[in-house]
């Protein structure tokens, strides 16, 4: 006589982290990619449209944000490759960076804006970063929610420039040089601060001192106009995990019993 065995199943949601050295780009073409900081390898890289994406930032919850040379915002799903439409900013934009608060930042010229993810509308902070900045094309938040951003004035000609900004007032202060120009993207990984060019170089750029260090080159279609960071860990489904487990359980008490 044959024995019905039950098991009982657990559905859990855990956690896996995401790569610890990848940052996700937006090119001039539409491109939208991954981007190893430590080897320079492209993954996962999709065209989106026909977009000349100015910058990429991700929220706490893994959407992508994206905004255009036409100053409009679009959400992206990037497990489904696809795009959406939110609205216009208003206002010139060339950085994008998710804060404290899942808020999405902005700068533009020598602003510094909070953006409405809902319809894209650019709400300017303070009255200037000041201190000869210009948004070179992107920013990113460091420890103690620090914000740093990239500008094309404040420290001589022929490199970008890092800057420290308050992002409750808006105002800002020079960091120092980085020695390289045409630094649209901006990213942070294991407490480092990435720079990546338009020209498809990544550099390692000093908080202290604004200077940077190039780490590894790569190749993405169009040019890198900004990068972005997604978040350490994704929620994903352990039920099979534990259904593994428990098939392994029978499968050994089986084998007991025959022997």
Known sequence: MKKLVSAT??????????SASTVLVGSSNGT????DTSTGV??????????????IAVNNAGTAYVNDKGGTLYSVDLGLQSV??????GAFVNGLAFGGGNTLYGTGGGLLYTINTSTGTASQVGSGVGSGFNSSGDIAFAGNNQLFGTSTGGCGGGTDCLYSIDAITGAGSLVGAIGVQNV??????GGVL??????DNIYKINTTTGAGTLATGYNVAGATNG??????????????????????????????RKS
């Open 9 to 18: 199943v657990i559905m859990a949601v855990s956690t896996i982290s995401a």
């Open 32 to 35: 939208i990619a991954e981007v």
């Open 42 to 55: 492209v993954s996962n890289a999709f065209d989106a449209g026909d977009f000349n994406w100015f910058d």
């Open 84 to 89: 959406t439409l939110v609205g216009g900013h």
């Open 184 to 189: 649209y993207g901006l990213a942070v990984q």
């Open 194 to 199: 990435f720079g990546l060019s338009s020209d």
């Open 227 to 256: 990068a972005a960071v997604q978040p350490s860990t994704v929620p994903v489904p352990a039920s099979l995990p534990l259904l593994l487990g428990g098939l392994a359980g029978l499968v050994f008490q089986r084998r007991r």
